[in-house]
């Protein structure tokens, strides 16, 4: 019988978390951007199309938001190995670069942090996978 910790439920290595954490936050603002108390302004389907603004900051679209949503969504099945974590910030890290180069303005500038923040963590945390020590009553095989 396989233990289980919660959580993750077989070791996990340091960069999973953080990408679980990224496609977390993607999907909060792909979700947060279909909102309209939080996303002021008429939303458009392409970028330029509208007028919305997510949080009086980033201004969105329908396009962007869906792809906010599938970014998370595959960052969170990423999330469930090191190799795919690693790739998916990489990706992900990319993407929001190449957006960067595009927008050139101050969202332009949070993106490139964005992308460096993913690209430093997919190469920078390195370790061997975290094993948590059995809680007292639990059934180990």
């Given amino acids: ?23 977390a936050a ?34 969105v679209s329908v396009l962007q938001n869906v792809l906010h949503l599938v970014t998370g969504l595959v960052g ?10 690693r790739v998916v910030l990489v990706l992900g890290g990319a993407v929001a670069l190449l957006s960067a180069l595009v927008a050139l303005d101050a969202v332009g500038a949070a993106l490139v942090v964005v992308a460096v923040a993913m690209v430093g963590c997919a190469t920078l945390l390195r370790g061997r996978p975290v094993v948590r020590p059995a809680r007292r009553g639990a059934v180990t095989a």
Avoid: K
């Fill in 1 to 23: 019988m396989m233990r289980t910790t919660g959580g993750f439920s077989r070791p996990f290595t340091p960069v999973q978390p953080v990408a679980a954490l990224f496609a």
């Fill in 26 to 59: 993607f999907l909060l603002v792909g979700v947060l951007g279909f909102v309209p108390g939080v996303t002021s302004g008429e939303l458009g389907v392409l970028p330029g199309a509208g007028t919305a603004v997510l949080a009086a900051l980033l201004p």
């Fill in 76 to 85: 969170l099945a990423g999330a469930r190995s090191a190799v795919a974590s």
